[in-house]
């Protein structure tokens, strides 16, 4: 079995539950690097202890030189850095140590503008040493191609998620309760859900909304839902577990997706909530944005709804609320569609085989 070392800012972002898979999941010795995009800890998995490499204060090319070392000391086969910045600052490490570099592009990475801005110009030499570059929706490939990465070694692996956990959703039998999962950041939307959702009230006043997830603009929701009069509508459930977010889906009528790009380019990958609510027999009102289109066909597995159409966003939340059928129906269709293409196990299946030709291709010398 090779050794395979994941570098990633952050080895326990509540969110980023695919490098979570990948860890649990990839039939690997692992390794985990973490702590800022030019890593300052490692250890053996997402929980346990970690170890801070030497230099961690002092000239970052100590800490390159020590993580090559570390590489090299465990026979690490290969790398595979979660987004691109880490992507850059593993560059020297795994050209010293040589070992094969793999990068996992995610969303803000391919998009924001402050991060092309600072790391943009170096993603060409970074494509140029990465034996694969991996994006999660056809749209971020594309521009990840025209970023500099070649046809060659650009590799679209959209997300998969655990068909065991994320079932047995019944739409019909629940009210017209709408979901919404994900950090509470710009792109995601939710003050525009609440606008959509407040009108909806007008004429649906049974219906309610529940928010899964943190983050900054938190506070920001429940006063705009206190002063839109719809607070008695709305519960905010926080941060959960995986087995958690499956049992609020069981009992949700559509999943809420309403992600756009932001002022400063940021936008969505292929928002991992979509899956597991059609995973989970859930229908999904999506934007138009990003990897939703990729994996929604508008009508059969959920309703898309084009970027800031706000009145078509509640139109499309009203015929779901009227027609538990509907919903039902479009999520059994989008149930079939998640166990054939997006299964954990295709994901980490795909995952394995870049990660093993990488090894066998070596480095050149």
């Not at 910045?85 to 503008?113: I, K, N, S």
């Not at 068909?163 to 009210?175: D, E, H, I, K, V």
């Not at 929604?296 to 538990?324: K, M, N, P, Q, Y």
Request: aromatic letters at 6%; hydrophobic letters at 45%; one cysteine or more.
């Amino acid at each position: 079995m090779i050794s395979l070392a994941i570098a990633t800012p952050d080895r326990q972002a509540y969110s980023q539950t695919f490098i979570h898979q990948q860890v649990a999941c990839l039939p690997m010795r692992m390794h985990v690097l973490y702590g800022g995009n030019l890593p300052t800890h490692h250890a053996s998995n997402l929980d346990g202890v970690g170890y801070a490499f030497p230099g961690e204060n002092a000239d970052p090319w100590v800490r390159v030189k020590a993580m090559a070392d570390y590489l090299i000391e465990h026979r690490i086969a290969a790398v595979l850095a979660q987004f691109g910045p880490t992507g850059v600052e593993m560059m020297p490490v795994c050209a010293a140590a040589r070992v094969p570099l793999l990068v996992h592009f995610h969303g803000y990475d391919a998009w924001r503008q402050d991060v092309l801005g600072s790391y943009g110009t170096r993603y060409r030499a970074l494509f140029r040493q990465a034996q694969a570059v991996i994006g999660v929706s056809r749209e971020m490939c594309q521009q990840l191609a025209e970023l500099g990465a070649p046809a060659a070694r650009l590799h679209y692996v959209p997300y998969g998620v655990d068909t065991r956990l994320f079932a047995a959703a019944n739409p019909a039998a629940s009210g017209p309760d709408f979901l919404m999962i994900g950090r509470q950041v710009e792109k995601k939307s939710h003050l525009l859900v609440l606008l959509a959702f407040a009108d909806l009230l007008r004429t649906r006043g049974n219906c309610s909304l529940r928010i899964i997830g943190g983050g900054p603009l938190r506070e920001s929701g429940e006063m705009l839902a206190t002063a839109l009069g719809i607070a008695d509508r709305v519960r905010w459930l926080g941060v959960l577990d995986p087995a958690g977010v499956a049992r609020e889906l069981r009992t949700a009528r559509a999943l809420i997706q309403f992600s756009h790009t932001t002022p400063s380019g940021d936008r969505e990958g292929t928002p991992v909530a979509v899956l597991e609510a059609m995973a989970s027999g859930v229908p999904v009102v999506g934007s138009r944005h990003a990897g939703i289109a990729d994996v929604i066909e508008h009508g059969h597995h959920g309703l898309l709804v084009d970027c800031f159409d706000l009145s078509t966003l509640t139109a499309s939340l009203a015929r779901l609320a009227d027609d538990a059928n509907l919903a039902a129906t479009m999520g059994q269709n989008a149930t079939m569609l998640v166990r054939r293409r997006y299964t954990r196990e295709r994901y980490i299946d795909q995952l394995t085989e870049l990660i093993q030709n990488a090894v066998s291709a070596g480095i050149e010398p």
